[in-house]
């Protein structure tokens, strides 16, 4: 049964930085996309950042140049370093796997970031 435990989130005053790390177990592919979105309530979840086994990355235009996302294959974790945090970067953030063979995808169960002053 694959896994997605996340960490890393809390509150923060604008300006500020914040890690977000997820790490992956179970049963999953080498070739996959791990990546990070969010959610405020009652809207839809949107992407965040993505990078896929094979490096290519993808960015939400909202947090390119503030947002930098990586990952360890060896340790199946995928990191989200957000940096100039704004109070409209505060939602949930949920991992994300997508198994490239199975086609399955998976959610982590949410870490809240919170920017406020």
């Known amino acids: 049964q694959v896994q997605l435990v996340e960490s890393g989130g809390g509150l923060v005053q604008p300006g500020g930085s914040l890690r977000l790390s997820c790490v992956a177990s179970?049963?999953?592919?080498?070739?996959?996309?791990m990546g990070w979105y969010r959610q405020a309530p009652g809207k839809e979840r949107e992407l965040v950042a993505t990078?896929?086994?094979?490096?290519?990355?993808n960015y939400a235009d909202s947090v390119k140049g503030r947002f930098t996302i990586s990952r360890d294959a060896v340790k199946k974790t995928v990191f989200l370093q957000m940096n100039s945090l704004k109070p409209e970067d505060t939602d949930v953030y949920y991992c994300?796997?997508?198994?490239?063979?199975?086609?399955?995808?998976?959610w982590g169960q949410g870490t809240q970031v919170t920017v406020s002053s």
């Open positions: 994300n796997l997508l198994d490239s063979m199975s086609r399955r995808q998976y």
């Open positions: 179970g049963g999953i592919s080498s070739i996959n996309t």
């Open positions: 990078i896929s086994s094979g490096g290519t990355i």
